[in-house]
């Protein structure tokens, strides 16, 4: 299976400031990644597909990139509404699987 | 748009068998470019993927749960179903179904708690 470690696990932040969450694959997954934002009792919200593609509808201050097998999620600019829970998830070769998650807290 | 609603029992016992429907609706689930899955997230935890079904019958599951898992489709009802056997206390979760697509997975169900109790 490809471990994907996400790091950090908590992250404290301001609104207004940029952040980014990190994760890496245990080896090639391409751009086979994606990122995902959860709120508590909801479905996870799809954001970025292919590493780097921005999701329909998700406000263009959310951004991925990636290089080799570590891809980021950048905010630039922190809103209220994007204090929740981040996961990457391979989708390279089954079985899928996702990062452990990072919890965006308000600082 | 599509819509996904999962349906089936809340509680199940341990040592009996899961089942839960995920009803799609605003498109067809024969559509040739999705493969229909399910994922679950255990209570205060993360997310795994349980397996995922094309509209013809194919499968794939997660190694770790492949003995007890079965998905299956039926076209003319627009659903998919995810049957998981054995359960014990560990297999307590939200569980979701999702549209599994190249461009990840867009569209999901509400999700829908089991508890496997006695």
């Known amino acids: 299976d490809i471990q994907m470690t996400q790091s950090p696990s908590t992250l404290s932040a301001s609104v207004g400031d940029r952040v980014t969450i990190t994760c890496r694959a245990s080896?090639?997954?391409?751009?086979?990644l994606a990122w995902y934002q959860q709120k508590p009792g909801k479905a996870p919200k799809l954001l970025i597909y292919?590493?780097?593609t921005l999701e329909s509808g998700v406000p263009s201050r959310f951004s991925g990139s990636a290089s080799g097998t570590e891809f980021t999620l950048t905010i630039s600019s922190l809103q209220p509404d994007d204090f929740a829970t981040y996961y990457c998830q391979q989708y390279n070769s089954y079985p899928y699987t996702f990062g452990q998650g990072t919890k965006l807290e308000i600082k | 748009q599509l819509q996904l609603q999962e349906s089936g029992p809340g509680l199940v016992k341990p040592s009996e068998t899961l089942s839960l429907t995920c009803s799609v609706s605003?498109?067809?689930?024969?559509?040739?470019?999705?493969?229909w899955g399910w994922i679950r997230q255990p209570p205060g935890k993360g997310l795994e993927w349980i397996g995922s079904v094309y509209y013809s019958g194919s499968t794939y599951y997660n190694p770790s749960l492949k003995s007890r898992v079965t998905i299956s489709v039926d076209t003319s009802r627009d659903q998919f179903s995810l049957k998981l056997s054995s359960v014990t206390a560990a297999d307590t979760a939200v569980y979701y179904c999702?549209?599994?697509?190249?461009?990840?997975?867009?569209?999901w169900g509400q999700g829908v708690l089991v508890t496997v109790s006695s």
């Open positions: 292919e590493a780097s």
């Open positions: 999702a549209v599994d697509s190249t461009g990840g997975w867009p569209f």
């Open positions: 605003g498109g067809s689930i024969s559509n040739n470019n999705y493969y």
């Open positions: 080896q090639s997954i391409s751009r086979w």
